[in-house]
């Protein structure tokens, strides 16, 4: 018998029987999976519970991953931080946490009301990957990395390999920790919403600071499938600043980045290929842009601070 508990819970109406693991490692977790591919992990349940309440899931059993204290924390290694999936946004919204990854912690400060941060992880905020996830384009700026446990073994991804689909997790794999290199700078993270108070991103802005490599990274939120990074605005931006000096740059110069970051971000629409002359851009999105680009000029201006 493994060390697990595995119980029963009985379905909604009774009618099905569903296995419940509670494994108390990460090994046991995936063992536990590897017996019952049709099962599926959960950790807050704040994603995964919603879509079983309605009906859209009805996975053959859960693995709770609640009880594995390994990947609740975090630790340092070479020069990095390396997350557990298992950190609630709670957990990352602290101070000792925002003393180490300012803009992960304001992301998870940002992260619903409190009764969703208590519960959600970091973990079931990138494999839902929703659009509207406030810790993706802070991990997409941060150029972190997952390490995923499966029953093949262990491997390492960056995370946007992972957003976009390019190298999804396999049958049977977890998302155990996030790797995010410490760049000892000045980062930020801005979200706007539809209204006032908790509420999922009409869009966001993550931008970092990179001194050593003397880079600007900068990851936009919700406007798109997974978080966009516009690489010309971030390079241009990198080359006004005086690195060895003050860092400063003139209002002008923010503003423009920010316009620079919006239309890259949502781009004008394309001529048609029969020469027919592309449509304007709807009201909504010419709004979103102007969104975009003040967060950006802001998160920038904040950065620069
Ligand atoms: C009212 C409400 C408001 C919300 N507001 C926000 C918001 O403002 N911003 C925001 O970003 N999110 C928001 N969310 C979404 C949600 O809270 C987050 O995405 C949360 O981080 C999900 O984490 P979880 O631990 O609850 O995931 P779960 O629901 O447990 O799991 C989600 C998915 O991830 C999988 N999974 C979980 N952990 C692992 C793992 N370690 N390895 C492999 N697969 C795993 C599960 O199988 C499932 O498919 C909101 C949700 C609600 C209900």
Not at 13 to 24: D, E, I, K, M
Not at 131 to 146: K, R, Y
Not at 158 to 166: E, F, I, K, N
Request: aromatic share 4%; net charge neutral.
């Amino acid at each position: 018998m493994s060390t697990y508990a595995r119980q029963t819970a009985q379905g909604a109406q009774g009618a099905q029987t569903r296995n419940v693991a509670l494994p108390s490692s990460l090994d046991e977790a995936v063992a536990a999976l590897a017996a019952s591919p049709s099962a599926v992990p959960v950790a807050g349940g704040t994603d995964l519970m919603a879509d079983v309440n309605s009906g859209l899931l009805r996975p053959g059993g859960l693995v709770g991953l609640g009880r594995i204290n390994e990947i609740r924390g975090w630790q340092y290694a070479d020069g990095a931080a390396l997350l557990g999936a298992g950190l609630t946004h709670a957990r990352m919204g602290r101070p000792d946490f925002a003393a180490l990854i300012p803009a992960l912690a304001a992301a998870a400060r940002a992260a619903g009301p409190p009764q969703i941060r208590n519960a959600g992880t970091l973990g079931g905020n990138i494999v839902t990957c929703a659009p509207t996830g406030d810790s993706l384009p802070v991990l997409a700026a941060l150029e972190a990395s997952v390490l995923l446990a499966g029953p093949e073994g262990n491997r390492e991804l960056p995370v946007s390999h992972l957003l976009t689909g390019m190298d999804p997790l396999r049958q049977g794999e977890l998302l155990a920790y996030v790797r995010v290199p410490l760049l000892h700078a000045p980062q930020t993270f801005l979200k706007a919403t539809a209204r006032t108070g908790p509420g999922r991103a009409t869009a966001s802005v993550a931008l970092v600071l990179d001194p050593a490599r003397r880079g600007v990274r900068c990851a936009v939120g919700a406007v798109a499938q997974v978080p966009l990074r516009p690489l010309e605005a971030e390079r241009w931006v990198a080359s006004l600043i005086d690195w060895d000096g003050q860092r400063s740059l003139a209002p002008e110069a923010c503003t423009a980045f920010g316009e620079y970051v919006a239309v890259a971000c949502i781009p004008d629409p394309l001529p048609a290929a029969d020469g027919t002359p592309a449509p304007e851009l709807p009201p909504a999105a010419i709004q979103l842009r102007r969104t975009v680009a003040a967060l950006a000029r802001r998160a920038l201006g904040r950065a620069l601070a």
